[in-house]
């Protein structure tokens, strides 16, 4: 049996003795094996016990089918602060045209740490604050956000050239790094 055999029975056992991380878990697994409606059974048995890591993995399997469903799940899951529930929530809410409340999500998932976030929001407020925009964008573009370094080298070509060059370098550097 290879390791990956091992992990699935190991978890299975675990999520079937009622462990909800485990049934999360297990739904992660069977997913990438491409088992979707038995990861869905997971996320789902999860979620339903309280677990916001399986709420938020339920949301984003259900997202193109049953994007009302996502959202009810996702909604669950923010008040717990599940960093990714509260970006998805953001996501979800922006594309659909609810920018001041894809805003407050995002604020919440890019005050976690979550460069995506970081950069959708900063993204939603450059015409209002600009230069909170800035900041945020610096704040991505230091967790290697490739993105957001380009973003603040072109925000910073006129008044910070220096700095501009500096974030523009760092950019080219991370994504031939990724690429390569």
Same mark, same amino acid.
């Given at each position: 049996?290879?390791?990956n055999?091992?992990?699935?029975?190991?978890?299975?056992?675990?999520?079937?003795?009622?462990?909800?991380? &485990?049934?999360?878990?297990?739904?992660?697994?069977?997913?990438?094996? #491409?088992?979707?409606?038995?990861?869905? =059974?997971?996320?789902?048995q999860?979620?339903?016990? #309280?677990?916001?890591t399986?709420?938020?993995?339920?949301?984003?399997?259900l997202?193109?089918?049953?994007?009302?469903?996502?959202?009810?799940?996702?909604?669950?899951?923010?008040?717990? =602060?599940?960093?990714?529930?509260?970006?998805?929530? #953001?996501?979800?809410?922006?594309?659909?045209?609810?920018?001041?409340?894809?805003?407050?999500?995002?604020?919440?998932?890019?005050?976690r #740490?979550?460069?995506?976030?970081?950069?959708?929001?900063?993204?939603?407020?450059e015409?209002t604050?600009?230069?909170?925009?800035? @900041?945020?964008?610096? @704040?991505?573009?230091?967790?290697?956000?490739?993105?957001?370094? @380009?973003?603040?080298?072109?925000?910073?070509q006129?008044?910070?050239?220096?700095?501009?060059?500096?974030?523009?370098?760092?950019?080219?550097?991370? &994504?031939?790094g990724?690429?390569?």
């Amino acid at each position: 049996m290879d390791a990956n055999s091992e992990l699935e029975v190991s978890t299975r056992k675990a999520a079937e003795a009622g462990n909800v991380q &485990a049934m999360s878990n297990l739904g992660g697994l069977l997913l990438v094996k #491409g088992q979707y409606e038995e990861a869905e =059974r997971w996320f789902r048995q999860s979620a339903e016990r #309280g677990d916001p890591t399986g709420m938020s993995n339920l949301a984003a399997l259900l997202s193109d089918r049953a994007p009302a469903e996502a959202e009810t799940w996702l909604r669950r899951a923010a008040p717990h =602060r599940e960093t990714q529930a509260l970006h998805n929530l #953001g996501f979800m809410l922006h594309q659909r045209g609810a920018v001041d409340e894809a805003a407050k999500w995002y604020l919440m998932a890019a005050q976690r #740490g979550y460069a995506s976030s970081m950069y959708n929001y900063a993204k939603l407020i450059e015409e209002t604050d600009p230069l909170e925009a800035d @900041r945020w964008w610096e @704040r991505a573009a230091g967790t290697g956000d490739v993105g957001s370094m @380009r973003k603040l080298a072109e925000r910073l070509q006129v008044r910070d050239p220096e700095r501009a060059a500096a974030w523009a370098r760092k950019a080219e550097e991370s &994504a031939r790094g990724a690429s390569g």
